[in-house]
């Protein structure tokens, strides 16, 4: 089902040329250095996302449960990295390997598209999920939907700190299953399998504005996460490394 992703309205600037590419449920919009050329890279996106698409719906169909599990699964040998990686992270999250699905193909796609065409800036956002590769500071400002929160936070984002990942997940918008109620949880590392997989966990952990701050510190024990940031309603809980920024 499409989603208008509106928030796209206010991703980059001069310093970026953008595009946007859609492919069965996969939606992304990748922005790279301005003297980039969109038509090559787009050709490009094309090919990597469908010889991704094709990893996904083969191993699928030989592993039909890796679709559906909420929970880890055994991981099987002599897998392609990107299917490798959705099962690692789910093993550490605690959640399904499709959890980690958006996080893992914006990385690979990032990857790719900075090693084919050696742009200095990439930055690919998969349904609200982000892999980024910068040369000088950028800053995310997280989506809360109503919550009066909502892109009045972010994490301002240093050229050393990347390549990094900030993937969100919600139990209030969009159409992903979630069994927390906070309004976005995101979760920052240098993974972007992982991002996405933690994102998923905490989020589900979110049960009342009361575990906030329980659920956003449970996280920064995490060795991989750089930072957390947790919204339900009018509440915040956050913390980590990377430096943040707050609107008015």
Known sequence: MYEPRFYRETMGNSRWKSIRYAYLETDLWVAFDSGGDPGKTKKFLNE???????????????YPDFL?????????????????????????????????VA??????????ISAEFGYKEVVVENGGDIFLQLASPATIYVYAGKSPLSDKI???VKPEETPLSVC?????????????????????CSSGALADAYATAFC????????????SQMALKVP???????????????GGNIEFVFKE
């Open 204 to 215: 589900n952990m979110v049960k009342s504005e009361g575990n906030l701050e329980e659920t």
């Open 68 to 100: 559906v599990s909420l929970n880890p699964l055994a991981l099987p040998s002599g897998l392609p990295l990107l299917v490798k990686e959705m099962y690692t992270a789910s093993g550490m999250a605690g959640t399904g390997p499709m959890s980690a």
């Open 168 to 188: 969100c997940s919600s139990g209030t918008i969009g159409h992903s299953f979630s069994f927390g109620t906070a309004d976005a949880c995101a979760i920052a």
């Open 48 to 62: 990597r996302v469908r010889y991704y698409r094709d990893i996904l719906e083969n191993h699928i169909n030989q």
């Open 154 to 156: 972010g994490l301002s």
């Open 103 to 112: 996080g893992a193909i914006a990385e690979r796609i990032c990857t790719d």
């Open 224 to 238: 991989e996460i750089k930072s957390v940031v947790i919204i339900k309603e009018d509440k915040v809980a956050l």
